[in-house]
């Protein structure tokens, strides 16, 4: 397996395995689960990239700050973090590059164009990487 995507509704899950299959991707598998509990990824960790995206946007600032604190379990030291969040106010972006930062992680990239609302960032481990641990829930999405 090369990558693995959890994802919760299984009509997206299954719109992702179709479209895995069709470009020929044959070493990513779709889940359906929970990307939200720390157990979805107990037997495919540490990862050498974890993509965050379109999740910081939809949670509380406190499920991001938990969630950015987890990351050291999910990605291998050397792995990269790839994350998404918009910049509307209050923009918290800032706040997400200085919690990677005290969570061992080295600013790679961050791209927020200025005629755009978006941003998105590329984090390195930079730290020991930190044992998974079961059980944990990392957010909640809002409903909006």
């Given at each position: 397996m090369v990558g693995c995507l959890?994802?919760?509704d299984e009509r997206n899950a299954e719109a992702a395995r179709l479209a895995a299959s069709a470009s020929g991707m044959s070493g990513v598998e779709?889940?359906?689960?929970d990307a939200a509990l720390t157990d979805a990824y107990s037997d495919i960790v540490p990862a050498?990239?974890?993509?965050a995206c379109g999740i910081f946007g939809n949670v509380t600032d406190d499920d991001v700050a938990r969630t950015v604190a987890c990351l050291p379990q999910l990605c291998d030291t050397g792995g990269t973090v790839v994350w998404t969040r918009h910049r509307k106010p209050p923009d918290l972006t800032v706040a997400?590059?200085?919690?990677l930062s005290e969570h061992g992680f080295e600013e790679v990239a961050f791209e927020g164009p200025p005629?755009?609302?978006f941003g998105v960032g590329a984090h390195r481990l930079v730290a020991p990487r930190s044992p998974l641990r079961p059980g944990v829930r990392l957010?909640?999405?809002r409903v909006r």
């Open positions: 959890v994802e919760l779709i889940r359906t689960g050498d990239l974890v993509l997400i590059r200085r919690w005629d755009t609302v957010f909640t999405f």
